[in-house]
């Protein structure tokens, strides 16, 4: 079946650090790819998104890179701030419909000044 | 724009009472919204559909009468946890679409701020 692992978290990193939360993923056919941010006591916001193999997806600063040979949407940052503190959720899409989404568990990034 | 609001944000109940929890666009109407939830260091789990003005189309393993769902109009929808149990405590979060022809619908998918429901 379809489904997201990601790291677990929480991810703890002083400020400029380089981000890594690596996502892997298991389907059948071709999903789009996506990363959603939730801030605290907020809902979750689309941050970036791939809808086939080797595209990149960037926001803010984030990256993303469809891989479909290792199955994996990584996310990276070069140097995270103290407001990029959030839960990530790795998630995908299947069935050519935008609510069939599949998360995964979510990681805590906490990033200390 | 495009906020999507729950409420409550926290909601403490006694085993076998029922609980309403509410979903509202803001700024949008939405014609399907979403209903998910998520268990300590589990995935969001998509519940249901919901559709304006239909019955919500639940997903397998879900039980319709015990999480009753309405969307009676375009930036409302409520999810009621009947006869609510210790195993219902959880995280419901929901997200909206927004209506054909209108600016919130990009085809992407806006979230509420989660509702977290605690059954003693």
């Known amino acids: 079946g379809n489904s997201v692992t990601q790291m677990e978290g929480p991810v703890t990193l002083s400020e400029e650090a380089f981000l890594t939360i690596n996502c892997t993923y298991t389907?059948?056919?071709?999903?789009?790819l996506f990363w959603y941010v939730q801030y605290p006591g907020e809902g979750l916001q689309l941050l970036l998104k791939?809808?086939?193999?080797?595209d990149k997806g960037s926001n803010k600063g984030f990256e993303a890179t469809y891989r479909k040979e290792t199955t994996s949407f990584h996310l990276e940052k070069g140097s995270v701030q103290v407001s990029d503190s959030a839960v990530y959720f790795c998630?995908?899409?299947?069935?050519?419909?935008?609510?069939?989404?599949?998360f995964g568990t979510g990681t805590l990034l906490a990033v200390q000044p | 724009g495009a906020v999507v609001s729950q409420h409550p944000s926290r909601v403490i109940c006694k085993s076998g009472t029922s609980v309403k929890i509410e979903c509202r666009s803001l700024?949008?109407?939405?014609?399907?919204m979403f209903w998910y939830r998520q268990f300590p260091k589990q995935s969001l789990m998509l519940m249901a559909t919901?559709?304006?003005?239909?019955?919500?189309?639940?997903e397998q393993g879900v039980e319709k009468d015990k999480f009753l769902i309405n969307h009676a109009s375009l930036t409302l929808s409520t999810l009621t946890v009947t006869s609510a149990h210790p195993e219902d405590s959880s995280f419901y979060i929901c997200?909206?679409?927004?209506?054909?022809?209108?600016?919130?619908?990009?085809?992407?998918?806006?979230f509420g701020e989660g509702s977290r429901l605690t059954v003693l």
């Open positions: 389907a059948t056919g071709y999903p789009s």
């Open positions: 919901s559709n304006e003005g239909s019955k919500a189309t639940y």
């Open positions: 791939a809808t086939k193999a080797d």
């Open positions: 998630a995908l899409n299947y069935g050519g419909a935008t609510n069939k989404l599949i």
């Open positions: 700024d949008f109407q939405a014609t399907t």
């Open positions: 997200s909206a679409r927004g209506a054909r022809g209108t600016s919130a619908n990009t085809g992407e998918l806006f």
